[in-house]
Every structure is written in C-alpha cells, then in structure tokens.
C-alpha cells in the first residue's frame, strides 16, 4: 500500500505516472493531426505530378487508408524503437534526423549548462540589490533582450564577432570528425545567442520568484532576529524558493527550443530544428511529426524532472505530521 | 509593584518619534511624535485599534522600519545608544541578541523549511557567542518552562508539524534565548482561538516574570493587556492619547476615546417577547467531501428575534448561515420558512424566498464590488426584487442610505472611498433593499473597531425595532452575544453544545464547553487570569 | 456617540474625467513607459499612413540591380529583387503589426471566453478546459505552430488561426486564474445569493475586475505574438512572398551581412525597437494594475 509508506513516494509514483500520461496524450495530438490534413494537401504536395493514381500511392503510405487506431499504435510502437518510418522523399525519417538530435541536444545542453547558473546568480544578485542601480541595470537589459527577436540578436553577433572581428566562423557546420575544440570553437556564436535569449528569461524569473519568498513573513522575522541580509537570501530564502526556480528554468526551457530552432537556421547549425523547418517548407508531414514528438518529450521530461524537485525540496512533503 | 527608592535602569526611551508612510501621492505620518520610557522588568503596553500605529512604534524599538516607511524625527534609545543613529549593520547586531520581537503570526513568522531548533538558536550561535549545545540545552529549558509538550525532543519538528498556539510559545522562547534586554510582543494572542489563548497568555506572561527583561506589549484588546502590563499607553492615529497604571486606565480614564475601547461590553438591547417562529432547522447535516461540517442541527428563529451563533473557528457556524442562505446543499434535514420547507439551493428558490432570507458578510472589503457605484450596489437588488426604476429606485436608494445613517450623498462614491464602518453599513443598506424577514449576519462587525463596533450593533437593534427583521447572528465573540442577542447557540465541532434565551446559556449552570468558552474570554479586569489560574487549580485539587 | 464624529472622514479622491486621469498617469509614467508610448505611435502612424509615406509602391522593382547599394533614389538601397528597401519596411510595420494585432484579439476573445467561463461554471466545465489547456501547453509553442503550418500550409488566415488558437491557451491561463481570484470573493457569492443569473455575474460583477489585468497582458502577448510571426517569416514558414514583412525581409537579405553591411539589420531593429516599446508601456502598465488597482 503506498498511503502505508512515506506520502512522497506516493507522490513521486503520481508525478511520473502523469508525465507519462502526458507524453501519451501528447503523442496523440501530434499524430492525430496528421488525421485533420485537408482533403486536397496530396494535391497540394504532390504538385501537378498528382494523378489519382500517385494520390492514392500517396494516401497509402501515410496510412490513411488504414483505420485511426490501428495506424497510432503502428506508430507510436514505432517511434519507441526510434523508427519513424519514410519521409515524403522516401528515405527512413531517422536517417534524415539519426545524427543532428545528437548535434542539437549538444547544443542545447551546452546552452543550459552555461546559462542556468548564471542566471540564478545573476538573479539572486538582482534580488538581493532589489531597485538598487545594478538591479536596475540588469532588468532593464534583461527586459530589452526578452524583446528581442533571437535573429536580430544571432546577426548582431555575426557581424561583429565574425565578419568584422574575425574571433568566430559565421557559419557553424559542425562534423563528428572534427575535434573536441574546433566543434566548441564553431559551436560559440549559436551557443552564444541562445544564452542572451534563455538567460533573460530565467534571470527575471528568478528574480521574480526569489523576491515573491522575500515577502514572507519569515523573512521579515529573520531580518528582525538581526541576520544579514546575504543570509537571509541563501540560507532562508533559498532553500524555499529551489522548487520556484526548478520549474522557472524548465518552464524557459521552451525559449531554448524555439532559440533553437532559429539559430540553426541562422548558423547553418546541423540539428534537428533546422530539418523540421526544411520539412514544413517542403510539408513532409513525416519527419515534421517526428521532430514534433522529440521536442515535445524533452519538455516534458524536463518540466516533470523540475516538478520532482519542487516536491522534494518541500519541507511540508518531505516531513508530514 | 516597585517600591524600591531606586527605580531600575531605563532600557527604552522613545522621545518624539514621527514616521511617515508612503501613500498614493506623498507620505502620511502615521506615529505623530510619540515618547515612552521603559525599565527594566517593566512591561508597558501599547493599546489601540487597527491603524494607530502599534507595530510601527513596537518595529521602530528594534530600529527596524518596513519597506515604505521613514522616520522624519526623534530618537530611540536603547539603553545608552541611540539607536537610529547607528549605521543598519550595526542595529542587526542588536536584533536577536539585546532586543527581541514576537509577531502577530507564528505560523507565518517560521520558516517552513527549517527545524524549529535551528531557527530559534540560530541568532544565539551565529552572534550571540553560545555555543550549539548550550544554546540548544537553553532552548529545551525554555520550551520547559513555556510548558510546551516533550521539550527535549520539541525543536526537532517543523513548523507545519506543531500547532498554532505552540507555534506562538515557540517564538516567545526564540525571543528569549539570548537573554535580551527588550522584547516587543506584537499581538501575539490574536490570531488563536479564545479557549488557546489562555494557555498562551499564561506561558508568556510566567516566562516575562521570570526573565525580568523591559517588556513591550502591544495589543487591540485592553482586556489582554490587562492581564500582562503593569502601564499602559493608548493609542490613536499614531497619538498617545493617555498613559497610566493599567488600574487607574480601567477604573478612571482620563480620556474619553479609552472608555470607548470598551463600547460593546457597555451595549445591552432590551428582552423581547417570544413570537412564532419564522425559520425552523430541523436535523440539518452537511459535509465538506468526507469532513462532516454539521451534525443534526435544530433551532429555530422567532419574528423580530434575534439568534446569535456563538462558537471558536471551525465549529461549523458559517457553514450554517451559507446553508440557510442556499449556497450550501445539506446532506439531511429540512430548512422551513413560515413553516413551508425551502428548497436547498438558491438556484431552486423562487424570487420571493429569495428576497426574505439575505446575508451580509464579515469583510465589507470584498463584500461590495470595488467597480460599482453605491448607487448601484443599493439599486440593483431594488430593480432584481421590486423592479424599480429611475427616480422611485434613486428615491429608495436615498432612503436606505439614510436608514443606515449615511449622507445621501455618498450614492455616487465607489467603496474604495469609504472608511470600513461605512462600508459595513453599505452592505447593511443592500440586504435591507430586499426588504428581508431574516438576515444572517456572519461575524460582521469582527473586523472593525471597538466603537464602529458598537454603533453598528446600535442600528441594528433599531433597525430591527422599525422593520421587524430577524437576525441569525454569526459570532466568535461572547461581548456581542452579551449585548444583542434574545436567543443562543453555543457550537462546537459541527454540533450544538447549548442553546437556550440569553439569560440561560450565560448563567450557571453551564454544560463543560459553554463554561471553557466564557471562562476563555478576558473580562475588563487585571487580575481576571489570576483568579481564573487559582479557580483551574483549586478545581484539580 | 455617532461613528463619524470619532472616525477620520474617508479620504476623498478627487472626481477625475477620462482624460484628466490619463493625463495625470501620464504626467507620473516613468521615462521608459513615455519612450514607450512615443515609438508605439511612430509604428502606428506608418503602418496606418504606409502608402503615403513609403516612397514607392509595396511590389515596385525600382531597380535592375539586386542589392542596389543606398543611395539617393532608394535610401536604404534596394532587397534582392530590386524592390525599395524603405518601401518595404514601411509595408512591413502595416504588414507585421497589423496581422500581430488582429491574432492577439483573436486569441484573447477565445482565451478569455473560456477562461472566465471555467471560473464561472467550475466543476467539469472547468476540468475539461483546463486539461486541453494543460495538453496544448505541454507542446513548445514554436514546434506545435510548425507542425500545424506543415499540415494546413502557411496562408495568412491559418497563421492567424493557428497562433491565436495556441496562444489563448496562455490568455485562457490568465483569465481563468484572475476570475478564480474575483469569483471567491463575497461580493460576486451576494450576487448569487440573491440569485443573479450567469450573465449578471460574469458582466457586472467579474469583468469589470478583470479588465485591467487583461488589458495590461495585452502588451505583453502582443510583443510574443508578433515576434512568433516575425520568426516563422524569418524561418520562411510564415507570411510569404511577395507581401513585404519584417522576418523574411532578414532572411531574404542575410547574405548581405557576410559583408559587413547591415542594410538587413535593419528590419531586425525594427522589430526589437518595437517590441522593446510596447514591452515598455506594458511593464508600467502591469504595475500599474497590480499596484494600484483602487486608484482608478
């Protein structure tokens, strides 16, 4: 019986049974799209080479020819073991994403690695200095860049940092067979706009959240039980506000992915985003279902990683009556 | 009492202390030059209504000001320093160490996420030079003596693990740990339940007498007060309006404004004939899920009576007026008006039913929507019940507001600009619109202040006189069933415990619950916790 | 003893007009909301005025040279088709604004319809609601926009749909959460005491307390949708040629950057200045309207 043992197992059980949930129910709003096509999209991407005949061949490999449960579960049984079947242009989906997932969780991993400390710091530090002129100057600036559109930003710095100055290759084709250094070199303009871009929006949350826990009572009791304002922000405020500030950081992790998927294009980046785009200009409904899911599952599974942590980092679950 | 020829040391001298708070255009000074002096084994308290500005002087002892304030003169001295004169680094060190604070919310004031212990020896190891053990071997002496539950193993829970009124002890023994020379009570009591705050009342005021620090207490109620200040300063709109001994302010107020802290307890509405019932309960049930909230409830309410519903937070009592209103299904039992049933939901009712049955709510604040006018506020229930219109609706708009002793010119003024009091009687003025039979009235006048208080329950018993209303009174407040009450009930858990006329449930003698209530509540007498400690004793022995 | 001659007479607000009140607000407006405000109007008068301020026509090849260089006759130079730069950018704020406005609207009658109807109605009226919500936000915004233009095809009207539809999701949020917080309050608990219908409630006794809180979000949605836009166009998934918008203008032109020009920067400075203004305005407004929410 799970209500015998500790409740936070309980919960934890719950949390990752509703992930789970979602990530099916997301699989099936990302395939049941594909059920709303227009009646004339085979015309419509089969071009003037549509006869009935290359319509129905069309109709046929989709599966639409199939009915709607069988043609999910075919799918989705699929998509475990990584096989997404054929792309409009007839080769395997995973063939047409097999490498550049790799290339884009490297960058995007890269990205967060730098930019989420940096950004608690940096909003630890606005929140601990609240109106004071370095909380001011950092979320006027961080208020501008969230302004920004990610290209602007991403062509702000090819001009200076390559074209004029030279420090950096404008464009980031990245090989497996280059080294460890010439990829990261390459890999310094993308990982750089996106770090403006998702820095911005977790600073201000952190901000946000950290001063939301610093109207608290016991923060006001702390200050007057005589304890340092830096103490009061790591040792009494902090500890309250790891749960804010986990799903703060997830939640922004979805400008990662939109960041992602324009700097690609910007940098000539070889990732995933860059394929989807290409597939939704070309409508190759396929692939672009395939792109779909692997994004949608990595948010997933980082906002259910930051829900786990706010429910382990609360003291209330961790320690019941 | 202190004889000594020598008085003790001065620990606190407050000497013309003004401080303004920021307002929508500008600053408004809130403490208008106040002076207070304090010695050691003193306790002083600080006695006003809300917005005199307590916290703020009691804040301003510990040289602290809330974000939104300023200090514009004066000076606080804390033995020999001036306080306000110290840079803000050098005033933390005073904080937890030499002068201490108590606030209104324990619950709020503990951080969730730390174990009590750490919190509370945390200033005596990190500035006050103890050593862990010893601080911790202090702060199980003091939970001892606080007379909290297994003091040796008490520090290692959680706040979310204690309850409210171990919680309020806590922080007392966190005060205390480091021997302070000052410790300010801000209203410690007032957020727990009469029957909890005797025992909180008693621990603290045996832990004041045997520490013997210079004691601020501040407080609403001058009957709390009473029990643990040796002087005592009234206080009003950040004026001192008088000082003195606690029995020379109970017996002789210099001050009109003082006598009025206690207007309530000086209102008595005269018995009224029983009539034939209006509202009959008959075996009411209800449930929150699985949390049964009432249980077989029965009462009834005569013509131009009124009932008061007396009992501590969580004994049902609200559920009870939002159930007889409709916005509540019962799981059993039947509401009759005039001896018909009413259907259980507002939604099933007629027009009609509605009109006689009307509620009026415990905060005015959120009971008048902020985006109307009075005007419309008053008027829309005069068109929805008696479809009036234009200048008959103007007209009636004009008659309630003066039926509830309000210049008709305020029909045009939204709620934001009126002052609470006023607003009450606004939302008095809207349940009279319907031209009701009974009224439920949940806790109306516990937000307000003494004499508001007083002149509201005033009208009422009038208003009641001229329209022959009836009220189902919803109170925590024993004053109040005093003064306007023909009939009580006395809930506890979901159940009625007593009932009867006014006379029988507030005269011996009492079932064991109504008697814990009534012996709960502080009369206007300084030593009512002296003889309400040795009348507990003597009955155990 | 009567309550008025004891207690202090309420303070009395002074009785301000419509206008008097904004002008007062503008007069204590921080200087970033001013600025603000002064580039949201630049924008709107050239989107409203753009044919008789641009110089030339929106689809008018000016010049046979791509690429032309800036000079007197094209100010800004030419784009790769020979068309006038400025021209282009000034269609463009027509273009991207007005399509931006029209979506926002959209997506905030559809996401506050629903949001106040779920905090009205509560029980599975809400639960339904708000768990397609949940479903639909669980997908990055970007990537379920891209799968929606890879099945529909990208013409105005679906962008339209697909981005307002998706971001009513977030207004649905909004709404929903503000009204929750308006529909527990007694006042709107008398109302159906008295036995008010749904209608009353939600015009008379909830709306009006919401208002504020959604107008101050309208900013702020504004801003994302129009930068969805620009980065779809951007991206050659969002409006297409020849209709003259910010996002492809950049794209179209990028290869210019290679060559330390910064003629198609400046689209890109078009879109950030405006979003930085609007982002502006509506920071001081959403603190105006959590702040202050009596003063009005």
Redesign the interface.
Do not use: W
């Given at each position: 019986m799970v209500s015998n043992s500790h409740p936070i197992l309980g919960m934890i059980l719950q949390r990752l049974a509703l992930g789970l949930l979602?990530l099916l129910?997301?699989s099936i709003?990302?395939f049941t799209?594909?059920s709303?096509?227009?009646g004339d999209?085979a015309s419509?991407v089969l071009g003037r080479s549509a006869t009935p005949e290359t319509v129905a061949a069309f109709q046929q490999n989709l599966g639409l020819d199939q009915p709607w449960p069988r043609r999910y579960f075919q799918w989705l049984a699929g998509a475990l073991i990584g096989d997404f079947g054929n792309s409009f242009s007839n080769r395997p989906v995973s063939a047409v994403i097999g490498s550049r997932l790799f290339n884009t969780l490297k960058l995007a991993a890269l990205t967060a690695m730098i930019a989420v400390p940096i950004a608690v710091f940096l909003g630890t530090i606005c929140a601990r200095y609240r109106n004071k002129p370095i909380d001011r100057f950092l979320s006027?600036i961080t208020?501008?860049s969230?302004?920004?559109?990610?290209?602007?930003i991403a062509?702000?710095l090819?001009?200076f940092l390559a074209?004029?100055l030279h420090i950096f290759p404008?464009l980031s084709s990245i090989r497996g067979s280059m080294d460890m250094l010439e990829q990261l070199h390459r890999m310094a303009l993308p990982v750089l706009t996106l770090m403006f871009v998702t820095l911005a929006h977790m600073m201000r949350n952190t901000r946000a959240a950290l001063i939301g826990i610093m109207s608290?009572?016991?923060i006001?009791?702390?200050?007057?039980?005589?304890?340092?304002e830096m103490?009061i922000i790591l040792r009494?405020a902090l500890?309250?506000a790891i749960g804010p500030i986990a799903s703060v950081i997830a939640i922004n992790l979805?400008y990662l992915?939109?960041g992602v998927?324009?700097v690609e294009?910007?940098f000539v980046y070889p990732g995933i985003g860059q394929t989807?785009?290409d597939?939704?200009?070309n409508?190759?409904?396929p692939v672009?279902?395939a792109?779909?899911l692997i994004?949608?599952a990595n948010?997933?599974i980082l906002?259910l990683v930051a829900d786990l942590v706010s429910i382990v980092?609360n003291?209330?679950l961790l320690?019941p009556? | 009492m202190k004889s000594e020829p020598q008085s003790p040391p001065i620990v606190l001298s407050v000497t013309d202390l003004r401080i303004e708070a920021k307002a929508n255009d500008g600053w408004i000074e809130i403490v208008k030059g106040v002076n207070l002096t304090l010695r050691r084994g003193e306790v002083l308290g600080l006695v006003g209504e809300s917005g005199a500005g307590k916290s703020t002087i009691g804040?301003a002892a510990?040289g602290?000001f809330?974000p939104g304030c300023r200090r514009t003169r004066g000076s606080v001295r804390f033995g020999e320093t001036d306080v306000l004169g110290l840079t803000e680094?050098k005033r933390?060190?005073?904080?937890?160490?030499q002068v201490?604070?108590v606030?209104q919310?324990a619950a709020?004031?503990?951080?969730?996420?730390?174990r009590l212990m750490d919190q509370i020896v945390?200033?005596a190891v990190?500035?006050g030079g103890m050593q862990r053990a010893v601080a911790e071997q202090r702060a199980v002496a003091l939970f001892r003596s606080l007379q909290l539950p297994n003091p040796e193993i008490f520090g290692k829970r959680?706040p979310?693990?204690v309850s409210g009124g171990q919680l309020q002890r806590a922080m007392t023994a966190?005060a205390m740990i480091c021997q302070p020379d000052l410790i300010v009570f801000d209203e410690p009591t007032t957020a727990l339940d009469v029957t909890t705050q005797v025992e909180v009342l008693v621990s603290i005021r045996r832990a004041i007498k045997e520490h013997g620090a210079a004691v601020l207490y501040i407080s609403h109620d001058l009957a709390i007060v009473a029990q643990m200040a040796d002087r005592v300063m009234v206080l009003r709109y950040g004026e001192a309006v008088e000082e003195a001994p606690i029995r020379q302010i109970m017996e002789a107020p210099s001050h009109p404004y003082t006598k009025s802290l206690w207007a309530v307890r000086s209102l008595q509405t005269p018995a009224k004939p029983e009539l034939e019932p209006l509202l009959e309960v008959e075996g009411i049930s209800a449930a929150y899920g699985r949390f049964k909230a009432l249980e077989d409830i029965d009462f009834s309410i005569g013509k131009r009576q009124t009932l008061a519903v007396v009992g501590e937070s969580g004994s049902g009592k609200s559920t009870l007026g939002r159930l007889i209103a409709g916005l509540m299904p019962p799981v059993k039992g039947t509401v009759k008006l005039d001896g018909k049933s009413l259907p259980t939901l507002v939604r099933q009712r007629d027009k009609d039913m509605l009109r006689r049955i009307q509620i009026i709510y415990q905060s005015a604040d959120t009971a008048l929507n902020p985006r109307h006018t009075i005007r419309k506020i008053l008027g829309r229930p005069l068109t929805f019940f008696q479809s009036l219109r234009g200048a008959a609706r103007e007209q009636r708009v004009i008659e309630l507001l003066k039926m509830v002793e309000l210049d008709p010119g305020y029909a045009g003024r939204y709620p934001a600009q009126l002052s609470g009091g006023q607003r009450q009687r606004v939302a008095i003025a809207r349940a009279l619109a319907a031209n009701p039979d009974l009224i439920i009235c949940d806790e109306i006048t516990s937000a307000l202040d003494q004499l508001v208080q007083a002149g509201i329950l005033q009208m009422l018993a009038d208003l009641q006189q001229r329209l022959g209303v009836s009220y189902l009174f919803i109170t925590h407040d024993l004053e109040i069933v005093r003064a306007i009450a023909d009939r009580v009930i006395v809930m506890s858990q979901g159940r009625i415990v007593d009932q009867g006329s006014r006379a029988e449930v507030l005269s011996p003698p009492y079932p064991d619950y109504t008697k814990l209530l009534l012996d709960s509540v502080p009369e206007m007498a300084p030593d009512w916790l002296d003889r309400l400690l040795t009348k507990r004793s003597s009955a155990v022995n | 003893m009567s309550e008025s001659s004891l207690s202090a007479s309420p303070a009395s607000a002074p009785d301000r007009n419509m206008v008097q009140q904004i002008i007062h607000a503008l007069r204590q407006a921080p200087v970033?909301a001013l600025t603000g405000l002064v580039i949201v109007g630049i924008y709107v008068v050239a989107a409203v005025f753009a044919p008789w301020i641009a110089p030339y026509g929106e689809y008018e090849v000016v010049s046979d040279i791509p690429f032309a260089p800036w000079s007197e006759a094209n100010l800004l130079g030419t784009d790769q088709l020979g068309r006038d730069f400025l021209t282009r950018i000034i269609y463009g704020a027509r273009n991207s604004i007005g399509i931006a406005f029209v979506t926002t609207l959209l997506a905030f009658a559809i996401g506050g319809f629903f949001g106040i109807m779920a905090a009205a109605l509560r029980g599975w009226v809400d639960q339904v609601f708000s768990r397609l919500v949940?479903?639909?936000m669980?997908?990055?915004?970007?990537?379920?926009t891209?799968?929606?233009?890879?099945?529909?095809?990208s013409s105005v009207l679906n962008l339209i749909l697909i981005i307002a539809v998706l971001d009513s999701t977030r207004i649905f949020r909004i709404s929903r959460a503000s009204a929750m917080n308006v529909v527990t309050l007694d006042y709107v608990e008398a109302s159906t005491a008295r036995g008010e219908g749904l209608y009353w409630r939600i015009v008379h006794e909830i709306l009006p307390n919401i208002l504020p809180i959604l107008i101050s979000e309208f900013g702020m949605r504004f801003?994302f949708v129009f930068?969805v836009i620009?980065?779809l166009s951007?991206?050659?998934?969002g409006l297409q040629p020849p209709m003259a918008e910010w996002?492809s203008m950049?794209?179209d032109n990028?290869v210019l950057?290679?060559?330390?020009d910064?003629t198609?920067?400046i689209p890109?400075?078009a879109?950030?200045l405006l979003?930085?203004g609007?982002?502006?305005v509506a920071?001081w407004l959403l603190s105006k309207s959590s702040g202050l929410s009596n003063e009005e």
């Open positions: 979602s129910i997301v709003v990302i799209a594909v709303m096509l227009p999209f419509a006027a208020l501008a969230i302004s920004l559109p990610e290209f602007f062509y702000v090819m001009l074209t004029k404008t608290h009572p016991y006001e009791m702390a200050r007057l039980k005589g304890e340092p103490r009494h500890p309250n979805a992915i939109a998927v324009v294009v910007v989807m785009v597939a939704v200009r409508r190759d409904v672009v279902q792109c779909a994004f949608a948010y997933i906002n980092s003291p209330r320690h009556r | 804040l510990l602290y809330r680094a933390r060190t005073l904080r937890g160490t201490a604070y606030a919310s709020a004031s503990f951080n969730p996420a730390k945390e200033a990190t500035r959680y979310h693990q966190m | 970033t949940d479903a639909v669980s997908i990055p915004d970007l990537i379920f891209l799968l929606l233009l890879a099945i529909f095809g801003c930068l620009a980065a951007f991206l050659g998934v996002g950049v794209r990028a950057i290679n060559s330390g910064i198609p920067l890109a400075s879109i950030a979003t930085v609007v982002n502006f920071d």
